[in-house]
């Protein structure tokens, strides 16, 4: 919960705006699922897609379809100006690149990226 709130606060300090839904384990009080939609009021008619995560024992339980349909809902009453959601993920993640798909997001555009590891 710290880092959410953290996270929450650190957007804010950079002048956005942001919604999160959560996913709580009832038995434990643990948060096991979360997604963060952010807002800029610059470009208030998109909605930025940032982290959603579910925790490794939790997932299979479709949770973060969940949150993310949730914060949608959120961002919609929230923010009526924004009419899009944009988000990215890398093509190994082909759970969360299925999730995107069955809520309707479309590819926009592809990008590459390198890396080299140095030592």
């Given at each position: 919960m710290a880092r959410v709130r953290h996270g929450e606060q650190a957007l804010a300090a950079?002048?956005?705006?942001?919604?999160v839904a959560a996913a709580k384990h009832r038995?434990?009080?643990d948060l096991v699922a979360y997604t963060v939609l952010i807002w800029r009021p610059a470009i208030p008619a998109?909605?930025?897609q940032d982290d959603t995560l579910v925790v490794a024992a939790?997932?299979?339980h479709a949770?973060?379809?969940?949150?993310?349909?949730a914060n949608l809902r959120r961002a919609q009453e929230r923010w009526p100006a924004a009419k899009v959601a944009l988000t990215?993920?890398?093509s190994e993640n082909q759970h969360m690149l299925a999730i995107n798909g069955a809520l309707g997001f479309m590819p926009a555009g592809y990008e590459g990226e390198w890396?080299?590891?140095l030592g």
């Open positions: 950079a002048g956005t705006q942001s919604v038995e434990s009080g998109a909605v930025l939790h997932r299979g949770l973060g379809m969940l949150v993310k349909i990215w993920n890398a890396q080299k590891r």
